[in-house]
């Protein structure tokens, strides 16, 4: 719902902005932990691993422990542009375009060609398009969900215009706002109950995106990877425990373990962040985080948050 424009003790304050800071670093630890089991199974993953529990890099990326992927990179692109600008899809789709001509590690085919619509035409969103239910615009939404965090309809607009530089498709456009609201409630500080209610309304709407019975699949398809995470948060009890679960599941790992990371970090909270996981995060994607740390504070006013 709309901001209700009440005051917030510098105390409430301080402890949203905690959960902001580790909704983005919870993501980018995701991301880093998944990688390792990107496209495996989870016979896999038992056969080599037992439990992946440690951030250990590898993979068919061949990353060093830490390193981050498109997920985390994507992110930080969304997230430079709100701290820079304001909300500027072009500038957003520029600075995708910029990050694209750099010969990144890894770029999703539907990004890709999303990017590559731009570069070549200067759209900034194609036509709906069934291949475009992939997961690649909700696992960079974190940081419109936090520049957003008093105004829930304002999330709702933006989380799917960043999503249609790439994917224009509904179930795209649901999973961005799900996981946009979902941040949002997390950060406020809201009991499991009232996030769980969010995601069966959503489910109404979406029935494809039913988490009972859970089907164990975690592709790219945006619905297998919102199973995936939105089982694992709803069933684990921890930060940690939501992550590894997360990820153990194989397929697309560094994406949905990067979703997971976002949701569960808003909900945890920072003081449950895994500081071993925090100690292996590569150094110069710590230094960014400065940059996420900033429309924590700049790019919506906090003192108005909503109390839902």
């Given at each position: 719902m709309p901001s209700t424009g009440a005051s917030t003790s510098p105390a409430a304050l301080a402890d949203v902005r905690g959960r902001a800071?580790?909704?983005?670093?919870?993501?980018a630890l995701g991301d880093a932990l998944g990688a390792t089991v990107e496209f495996c199974t989870q016979s896999e993953i038992r056969a080599q691993y037992g439990v992946l529990r440690k951030i250990v890099g590898g993979g068919?990326?061949?990353?060093?422990?830490?390193?981050?992927?498109?997920?985390?990179?994507?992110?930080?692109?969304?997230a430079r542009s709100l701290a820079a600008v304001g909300w500027s899809p072009a500038d957003i789709a520029e600075r995708f375009a910029t990050w694209?001509?750099?010969?990144?590690?890894?770029?999703?085919?539907?990004?890709?060609?999303?990017?590559?619509?731009?570069?070549?035409?200067?759209t900034l969103t194609g036509p709906f398009?069934?291949?475009?239910?992939?997961?690649?615009?909700?696992?960079?939404v974190a940081p419109v969900a936090l520049a957003t965090l008093a105004d829930s309809r304002l999330l709702e607009r933006w989380a799917v215009e960043q999503g249609h530089i790439t994917h224009n498709h509904p179930l795209s456009d649901a999973a961005c706002v799900l996981v946009g609201r979902l941040i949002h409630m997390g950060c406020t500080g809201q009991p499991r109950e009232r996030l769980r209610r969010e995601v069966d309304d959503v489910i109404v709407q979406f029935p494809?995106?039913?988490?009972?019975?859970?089907?164990?699949?975690?592709?790219?398809?945006?619905?297998?990877?919102?199973?995936?995470?939105?089982?694992?948060?709803?069933?684990?009890?921890?930060?940690?425990?939501?992550?590894?679960?997360?990820v153990n599941q194989g397929g697309d790992a560094d994406t949905t373990g990067a979703i997971a990371?976002?949701?569960?970090?808003?909900y945890y909270g920072l003081e449950q962040v895994p500081r071993h996981w925090v100690a292996k995060l590569a150094r110069p994607w710590c230094v960014k985080f400065r940059i996420f740390r900033a429309i924590c504070s700049n790019a919506r006013p906090l003192d108005t948050v909503s109390p839902w």
């Open positions: 800071y580790a909704t983005l670093l919870g993501s068919w990326l061949k990353l060093k422990p830490g390193e981050v992927t498109d997920d985390t990179q994507m992110s930080l692109c969304v694209f001509k750099s010969w990144p590690v890894d770029v999703g085919n539907t990004c890709r060609r999303g990017i590559a619509r731009y570069i070549n035409h200067g398009n069934e291949g475009d239910a992939g997961n690649g615009a909700a696992m960079r494809t995106f039913r988490i009972s019975p859970y089907r164990g699949l975690s592709t790219a398809y945006v619905v297998d990877t919102m199973q995936t995470v939105l089982h694992h948060f709803l069933s684990t009890n921890s930060f940690e425990e939501c992550l590894v679960a997360t990371g976002a949701i569960a970090g808003a």
